[in-house]
């Protein structure tokens, strides 16, 4: 803007100095190209997003989505670090050739965005004439959120996927907070854990060769055993806690929106000199709540019953994935019991748990038992209202556009035209940084319309890449966008970033 203002009035390439300020002449001087004409003129191009390869998507030329690091790294469900780092690539020059980010996308005090559509490979003195689709925004919004596209991304909207960590504790909060399980379970026996041994006691006294120990997995890999009361956490996958208490429990949320693992699973290993046991199961849904549980007591004629419960839930809010569940109860082997909950499939957006119950010597406990406690713990947990917002996006940044050139229409999808939205996410989770020219609907697969997605190459690679899924979608292929130059191809385009 402020080269138009000193007059600059011929769109194309300018050696200038970026110091927050575009100044000719000075010192450290770089190339950027200014779009002089469009609406007033004033428009710097910031960066590009070319889609380069037909073939194979998420490699070193897709910058706007790889992550060249690690594994960890790439199924942690985070965007490329270049919506918010201070990293350049590529050339202005080549912005239609190649991705191309410059200095002034970060250092660039700006207003407004404006969004241009060209042919794969154009010359830069091409871009403006070229340009099939360009649209920009008119309300000034981005000087609301840090007056860069690198501050919108880093301070407003951040690329991560969603996440249900920290649901742990809440549901433990229930079941040791406003619940008193003593008033449920007729008989209740008192107990604690020895945090060293994970031996059961009640009331003071050790009960004799009971000896408890936790372990969970992910898919067919090694068992971690858990130290009690600790927490375990794997980046945006899972969130393992345990809390002594009455009773004891431990939990295993798992969010897990890179669809790794596919399995998941909860051991119990109980040393103890129990004569009898008997299995039960206790399935219920209650207030959007659906629990599936299988409990195992073991008896002894001179001790407290113990009942081991292992369950999982899903819930509505949580738009949790179905999926199935098998059960493994292992008993009397050299005085070792086992019992494992294992879920595959759908493994995301749910709940896995083990609860500890005692009742007195000779008492058991009812299905009915079981069956409020939970029923409590669940209305405290709604109650609270966290359920709801735990794995739902924040807020949308969506600004509506108005367009200068053609038009980006697609026939038969729950899209709105004459927007930018801005980090869109998709069913599992995954953000999506712009979505050029429209506002994904509800039920809409972003992939098929945004840019920029999250590396999801190691488990969803068709959705991987700067263009995500949209060659699933005919639109891109068969719409003519530019019916006066001849036909135009989304996939062979490449999307130009202005600001001003």
Known sequence: MELLQKGNTITGIYTVSIDNELKEGAKNQQEIYCDMTTDGGGWTLVASVHRKDDGYKCNGSDMWSYNPFSKAALISGKGSKSWTDKSTMGSVREAASADYKGDVYYKGQARDVMLSHVPNDVDVTEFDGKSFAKYHTTDGFLSKYGSSLRNLFKNHAPLESLDVIGLNAKLLSAMHGSISPSSIITNWYNYSLNSLTSTVHTSGASIPGIENKVFFRLNDGTYHEMTYGQSYTDSKTYHVTSKVGQPFAALATVSNLDGYPTKFSLKVVSKHNYQGSSNDKVVMTHKGFALFSDVYQAYHRNHPTLAFVLFHINYDGWISAPQT????????????????????????????????????????????????????????????????????????????????????????????????????????????????????????????????????????????????????????????????????????????????
Request: glycine share 8%.
């Open 325 to 500: 569940s098998q059960r493994v109860f292992s008993p009397g082997i050299k005085n070792t019991s086992q019992y494992e909950l294992q879920v595959e499939g759908g493994v995301k957006n749910i709940m896995l748990g083990y609860v500890l119950m005692a009742v007195r010597s000779g008492r058991t406990i009812s299905y009915s038992e079981i069956e409020t406690f939970f029923k409590k713990t669940f209305d405290v947990f709604a109650s609270e209202e966290i359920t709801n917002t735990a794995v739902r996006p924040p807020p949308e940044i969506s600004v509506q556009v108005i367009f200068i050139k053609g038009n980006i229409v697609y026939t038969k999808s729950n899209v709105t035209t004459g927007f930018l939205q801005f980090r869109a996410y998709d069913k599992f989770g995954a953000p999506y940084a712009i979505c050029p020219g429209v506002r994904v609907g509800s039920g809409e697969d972003p992939a098929k319309f945004c840019i920029g997605s999250a590396n999801t190459q190691f488990n969803f690679p068709g959705r991987c890449g700067d263009f995500a899924a949209w060659d699933t979608l005919e639109d891109h292929v068969f719409i003519n966008r530019s019916p006066d130059d001849g036909f135009v191809n989304d996939l062979h385009s490449t999307i130009l970033i202005f600001t001003r």
